[in-house]
Nanobody
Framework: QVHLAESGGGPVQPGGSLKLSCTTS????????MAWFRQPFGKEREGVATITPDGRGKIYNTSAIGRFTVSRDNAKNVLYLQMTSLKPEDTGMYYCAAQISGLCSYNYPSEFDYWGQGTQVTVSS
């Protein structure tokens, strides 16, 4: 059974930084397409970033470009999201997701097979 566990969320002031992590277990070391999603309270979930299994392909939401960096360490089965210049509108629950095969893009959330429980990010002064 594949399990995803996010960590690293918390409160942060505008302009600050956070680094989220997502640890995958139960995948027998096989790297999957991974993505970060977020859902502000009372709003729709949106994709933030996607990274291919080999880490070479990355896609970012327009709002994340230049501020967020997605990366992965396949040897440790860990996915990261480095977030800088955080804004109040970045507030939300952040989820990581894994896709065994298919279109590796957050634009197709229904194609992701496994999801974590989420970690809350709150950007406020």
């Amino acid at each position: 059974q594949v399990h995803l566990a996010e960590s690293g969320g918390g409160p942060v002031q505008p302009g600050g930084s956070l680094k989220l992590s997502c640890t995958t277990s139960g995948n027998d070391g096989r790297p999957y397409c991974m993505a970060w999603f977020r859902q502000p309270f009372g709003k729709e979930r949106e994709g933030v970033a996607t990274i291919t299994p080999d880490g070479r392909g990355k896609i970012y939401n327009t709002s994340a470009i230049g501020r967020f960096t997605v990366s992965r360490d396949n040897a440790k089965n860990v996915l990261y999201l480095q977030m800088t210049s955080l804004k109040p509108e970045d507030t939300g629950m952040y989820y990581c997701a894994a896709q065994i095969s298919g279109l590796c893009s957050y634009n197709y959330p229904s194609e992701f097979d496994y999801w974590g429980q989420g970690t809350q990010v709150t950007v406020s002064s």
